[in-house]
């Protein structure tokens, strides 16, 4: 199970890039766990959060900001995450410039 946090899921391109994500999620064996947090950056840090604590393998952040709280959250992770849409030092990213 991989739990994906996205911002908006009515956007077209957040759209694309989960079709995207399910897509080689499902052809290796893995379930999609999807939230939505309308641009709301507590809610982010809310789901990071139960993520966490749920036991997922890994976690597909497409993030709004990145806050010092935001920072703390994921360092606290225990399971993998990757940062979709933007860069952030230490950590896996895909992004575009």
């Known amino acids: 199970m991989?739990?994906?946090i996205l911002p908006k899921i009515n956007s077209e391109a957040i759209g694309s890039v989960v079709?995207?994500?399910?897509?080689?999620?499902?052809?290796?064996?893995?379930?999609?766990l999807l939230?939505?947090?309308?641009?709301?950056?507590?809610?982010e840090l809310e789901?990071?959060?139960?993520?966490?604590?749920?036991?997922?393998?890994?976690?597909?952040?497409?993030?709004?900001?990145?806050t010092t709280a935001h920072k703390q959250a994921l360092k606290n992770l225990t399971v993998?995450?990757?940062?979709?849409?933007?860069?952030?030092?230490g950590y896996h990213c895909v992004y575009h410039d």
Do not use: C, W
């Open 2 to 4: 991989i739990g994906v």
């Open 19 to 32: 079709a995207g994500i399910y897509q080689v999620l499902n052809e290796n064996g893995y379930q999609l």
């Open 35 to 43: 939230t939505d947090t309308q641009n709301d950056p507590k809610k």
């Open 47 to 66: 789901y990071l959060s139960v993520f966490n604590e749920k036991m997922v393998d890994g976690v597909i952040f497409i993030a709004t900001v990145f």
């Open 80 to 89: 993998p995450v990757v940062i979709v849409g933007q860069r952030l030092a």
